[in-house]
């Protein structure tokens, strides 16, 4: 259960700055980096300048991760609890 509530939380915040067209991808990239480097999921990593197409791919990877990672956990406690 904790896995579909982490997984949902990712996929919901990457849904918050993926249409965002103000500039706000560079948050999203100093929250990613923050999640990676506290929950030791990636190499420690220092925010970077990236560009908008950067950001963009950045945006959509976690969006797709985040989703894809929802959708199993999700079925995964179904089959949990029926069984």
Do not use: D
């Not at 982490?6 to 103000?22: D, K, Q, T």
């Not at 990676?36 to 970077?48: D, G, Q, S």
């Not at 197409?53 to 990672?69: D, M, N, P, S, W």
Request: aromatic share 16%; net charge positive.
């Amino acid at each position: 259960m904790t896995f579909l509530l982490g997984a949902h939380f990712v996929w919901a915040f990457s849904l918050i700055f993926l249409f965002s067209e103000h500039g706000y991808w560079q948050e999203l990239i100093e929250s990613i980096v923050w999640a990676h480097n506290k929950f030791k999921v990636a190499p420690a990593t220092r925010p970077r300048a990236l560009s908008i197409i950067q950001g963009c791919a950045v945006r959509v990877t976690h969006y797709l991760l985040g989703g894809i990672a929802t959708t199993w956990a999700f079925f995964l406690a179904i089959i949990i609890a029926a069984g």
